[in-house]
């Protein structure tokens, strides 16, 4: 069999001895949010190859049923494979299985053939032989697959000569004996699948594990054994017909993770920071250097659903429009993080240099969590992108008993002033609840703990929890009494814990190096429910600021996110400041005013029923919107956005005079059967007699609105008809549009 993958585009390739088309399962083929569109195809290494996005694409190949037409079980004295990967990523591991490259397997019954890679880019062949046995041949330490290269792997068994050998770009790696005339029984009743395990695991019922990312090309199969000198022949003869005898390059650009087939999607957000595609979760570790601003972010990029956690990389100059950039930290085959790259905070070292603080996942490990620390390769390689980072090669804090929740310690924050560094990691304490931990440093490398910097009551406030994840300390400045202020932001998880970011303000005791809250009642931003979690936060040298990040979560199923190909994205980044009455300023940063297009209305001094005559010009999915509304008697005001003409899908998000409640109210926000975006979401917000002013932004699935600088509600809304794109001012009594003006706004992509 020969697959040349010489396509280029389509939903089918050829087997060209056979003749036959084969299908190529690609989630895209048929999309319910977004343009129907193929596979991916890219360069091969002569012409085109194929992309297998990591959790969709695959191929099946119809097998003729020799073992019915005989009457019994087909065996092959002989097989050899050969293809060029260039893989993007490496899988987990999950329940143990390879990560198919090609196969016709049935392991339980020791059937057929598997030729796939594991952990960290471990590789294999294994075969089920007649008599039932299963034999497997695994590529020695450092002849691992390495991503984003071309690699040339082959497969032979050869069972007359009585061996199989493993071959990479042309050269024996490895081989094994097996009895002379050992035979493969052929794997019945069973597809040969490209790019899908036969047996893959299946996760939240929805998504295959162990499915090829990235790209593959020229697959051969043989019903021979192919010796040493036909493989390095093969081998040359691609790098000497197509690439000057050098091996195959492979631009970056080639294999990376491409946003261009999700920019259609009807919900996903355009101005709203998101991976190029697949799963996201906090947004983490932000800092400014050399004129630019990093953001990176909890990443699988093998599909849209969290699993192998690596940390993605995003770069701009002002904080609106962002570049992808590659993979920062990858989980690798050491004793640091062979399991995941989990949350942390970014720090200036010494040279004033960025250093990346996060949490190394080890499960051979107890705990499984530790503090860890990666450096940039700049300024010895000159790139002011910093996209290379090397891992110091031991945690820098590693939890002993009586250190918080032991098994529970996670999520650095870490920042240096005049006398050092001083980190922050979410734990809690056995039986009391939530803590964000307190350590220092003189050398960032050498951590003391200092104990509790502050600790939940759970008695008193059980929503707070029994564990704290992602705390964020910021200076505030100083009161209008001269008292030093601080923002201290923590998200509960656990038995009875409310999944929000929840804050104080207080003063820092650096003696104790100790929080001091000024109510013990914790706040929170948003009022919205989950969509607004996962906090980060920095200091911008630019401007003073203090500058807020979080992940604005999706409230899907599982279905929906695989028809989709992305979870998630970032929420808008905001300045968060004390206000002269001493409470939380927040607002979205003025930098987002770049995004603005077109003007869409303006009005001063309207009743409701005069400005929705005026309202009914304007309809968008990506608008910008800041109303000032005067409630005269009414008990209840605001706007209705993402509207149908009939009014069969709204949402309406209002303020309640009477309850001092910002609400949304989502029951006819979607007729879609499989959305999750229902019922009616709020919190409190005293106004003190101010009128109400909100500032929203919709950008497509996303409505976020802050209200008087004080609060934000953050939520989702995934209407099922495409003409929900109108807006109208409700309100059940006399009231006054002071003013209100309307932009569209741009895609930052």
């Known amino acids: 069999m020969h697959w040349a993958f010489d396509e280029g585009s389509g939903t089918s390739v050829l087997e060209s001895v056979s003749q036959i088309r084969d299908d190529i399962q690609y989630v895209f083929n048929q999309a319910e949010f977004n343009e129907h569109s193929g596979p991916q195809w890219r360069q091969g290494v002569t012409g085109s190859g194929l992309l297998f996005d990591g959790y969709s694409t695959s191929v099946v190949h119809t097998v003729v049923n020799e073992e019915k037409k005989n009457g019994g079980q087909e065996f092959l004295s002989a097989l050899s494979i050969g293809v060029w990967v260039a893989p993007r990523t490496y899988d987990w591991g999950y329940e143990g299985k390879l990560t198919a490259i090609v196969n016709r397997h049935n ?33 020695p330490e450092g002849y691992e697959l390495s991503k984003n290269e071309w ?23 490895a081989s094994a004996d097996v009895p002379g005339g050992s035979r493969i029984a052929e794997a019945v009743n069973t597809e040969l699948l490209i790019g899908k395990n036969n047996h893959s695991s299946l996760l939240a019922e929805v998504f295959n594990l162990q499915m090829f990312s990235g790209i593959m090309d020229e697959l051969k199969i043989y019903n021979r054994g192919l010796s040493k000198d036909e493989v390095a022949a093969s081998y040359r003869e691609v790098l000497d017909s197509a690439h000057g005898g050098v091996r195959p390059p492979l631009k970056y650009d080639d294999i990376k993770l491409d946003r261009t087939p999700l920019l259609a999607d009807r919900h996903r957000p355009q101005y709203h920071v998101s991976p190029p595609a697949h799963w996201m979760n906090e947004p983490h570790a932000p800092i400014y250097f050399d004129g630019q601003y990093h953001l990176f972010y909890q990443h699988n990029p093998l599909g849209p659903f969290f699993y192998h956690i690596h940390w993605g990389h995003w770069v701009s100059s002002d904080l609106v429009h962002w570049r992808d950039l590659p993979v920062a930290l990858s989980p690798e085959k050491d004793q640091l993080a062979p399991d995941g790259i989990w949350s942390g905070s970014a720090a200036y070292d010494a040279d004033g240099l960025p250093a990346l603080f996060f949490t190394a996942g080890n499960d051979s490990a107890s705990p499984n969590q530790s503090v860890a620390l990666a450096r940039s390769t700049y300024p010895q390689d000159g790139d002011p992108d910093l996209i290379t980072w090397i891992k110091h090669p031991e945690p820098l804090i590693v939890q002993k008993q009586g250190m918080g929740a032991f098994g529970d310690f996670r999520d650095p924050f870490v ?46 406030y059980p929503y707070l929890g029994p564990i704290w994840e992602l705390p964020v300390f910021l200076p505030l400045g100083v009161d209008k009494h001269g008292v030093s202020k601080y923002l201290l932001l923590v998200s509960p998880v656990g038995a009875g814990a409310d999944v929000e970011v929840f804050y104080w303000i207080g003063q820092l005791d650096k003696n104790e190096l100790s929080f001091i809250p000024d109510q013990e009642e914790p706040q929170l931003i948003d009022v919205g429910d989950f969509h607004f979690t996962g906090p980060s936060g920095m200091v911008d040298p630019k401007t003073g600021r203090n500058i807020v990040f979080t992940i604005a979560q999706g409230d899907r199923t599982s279905e929906l996110e695989y028809q989709s190909g992305w979870a998630h994205n970032g929420g808008l980044p905001l300045s968060v400041y004390l206000r002269e009455d001493g409470r939380l300023g927040i607002e979205p940063i003025q930098e987002l005013q770049s995004l603005r297009g077109e003007k869409r209305l303006s009005l001063r001094d309207k009743s409701l029923a005069e400005a929705n005559v005026l309202l009914k010009d304007v309809q968008g999915d990506m608008l910008e919107i800041q109303v000032e509304l005067e409630p005269g008697n009414a008990g209840q005001l605001g706007i209705k956005v993402r509207c149908t003409p009939d009014g069969e899908e709204e949402t309406l998000l209002y303020y309640d005079f009477n309850e001092a409640k910002l609400v949304i109210d989502r029951t006819k926000t979607t007729l879609h059967p499989g959305e999750k975006c229902r019922g009616i ?11 109400l002013k909100l500032h929203i932004y919709l950008d497509r699935s996303m409505v976020e609105a802050y209200a008087n600088g004080l609060k934000s509600l953050t939520t989702r809304v995934y209407p099922s008809r495409k003409d929900a794109l109108g807006l109208e001012l409700w309100g059940d009594g006399k009231s006054l549009v002071k003013s209100m003006e309307i932009w569209d706004m741009q895609s930052i992509w």
Do not use: C
């Open 151 to 173: 690699s040339y792997v082959n497969a032979v068994f050869d069972g007359t000569q009585g061996e199989i050998k493993l071959f990479l770009n042309g050269t024996e790696i």
């Open 107 to 139: 392991m339980e019954r020791k059937q057929g053939y598997l030729l796939g890679m594991f952990r960290h880019g471990s590789w294999s062949f294994q075969v089920g032989l007649e008599g039932g046995e299963w034999k497997e041949l695994w590529a």
């Open 415 to 460: 920042w240096k002033d005049e006398e050092g560094w001083y980190a922050l990691v979410g734990s809690g304490i056995e039986g009391e609840g939530g803590a964000a931990l307190a350590f220092a440093s003189q050398d960032m490398l050498n951590w003391t703990y200092k104990g509790p910097f502050f600790a939940a009551d759970i008695q008193k």
């Open 681 to 691: 979401q709020g919190g409190k917000l005293e106004l003190l007699g101010e009128n």
